[in-house]
């Protein structure tokens, strides 16, 4: 028989906050390897309050950094038509070529710039 012995465990977990109520989230296939020159399909989703653009603006952009090696290997941007007054919101995917500048690890930054630096 093996003893039994009891232990606590905690972790604090803090809610996510966003002063300007906005956010980018990039949802990623489960981990996995990847081979070189194979394909990665990364689906983002953004909810942006309108509020925080100007009011004639008729598209946000999105910047993204892809960091490998401790260098940044990729960097774009990808420009989201704007419609309405309502929240910009949606998704779009986004298609990250694995090379090995990447090995072993990306981290992928994307954001946007508001006015009013939010």
């Not at 909810?47 to 100007?54: H, N, S, V």
């Not at 990808?78 to 298609?95: R, Y």
Request: net charge neutral; aromatic share 10%.
């Amino acid at each position: 028989a093996l003893p039994i012995s009891n232990r606590q465990a905690f972790r604090w977990i803090l809610p996510f906050y966003s002063e300007s109520k906005s956010f980018l989230h990039i949802q990623t296939p489960l981990a996995r390897s990847v081979n070189c020159d194979q394909d990665q399909q990364l689906t983002v989703s953004y909810l942006i309050d309108r509020k925080e653009l100007p009011v004639q603006a008729q598209h946000l952009d999105l910047f993204y950094l892809v960091m490998g090696r401790e260098q940044i290997a990729l960097s774009g941007q990808k420009k989201i038509e704007i419609d309405s007054d309502d929240p910009i919101k949606g998704t779009f995917q986004f298609q990250l070529t694995i090379n090995s500048d990447l090995a072993p690890r990306a981290t992928i930054i994307m954001y946007t710039i508001c006015p009013d630096r939010k």
